[in-house]
């Protein structure tokens, strides 16, 4: 996890604001409020409930279990079609 945060803070100083984070993979240019520190991020607890959140939500908006999950990752179409094939 140090080592993660630390990586993190320094690719974020670099600039580099598309950074997908904690098992869950949220990004921190997309979610930018999803957590109140980096170190936040990496926390399982924390990242895994955020990441559950946002596809309960995708869910809710397309009553599909397949778009949703394409849709946590990107709602560009083609994009979130390779995530969403069966």
Aim: hydrophobic share 30%; with cysteine; net charge positive.
């Amino acid at each position: 996890k140090k080592e993660a945060v630390r990586f993190t803070k320094l690719k974020l100083a670099e600039g580099n604001e598309s950074i997908d984070v904690g098992c869950m993979q949220i990004n921190l240019k997309y979610h930018p409020n999803a957590f109140n520190s980096i170190e936040q991020a990496f926390t399982p607890i924390k990242n895994v409930g955020y990441g559950a959140k946002f596809l309960r939500e995708k869910y809710e908006d397309n009553r599909d279990w397949l778009k949703a999950i394409g849709h946590y990752h990107s709602q560009t179409k083609d994009k979130s079609l390779s995530y969403s094939s069966s």
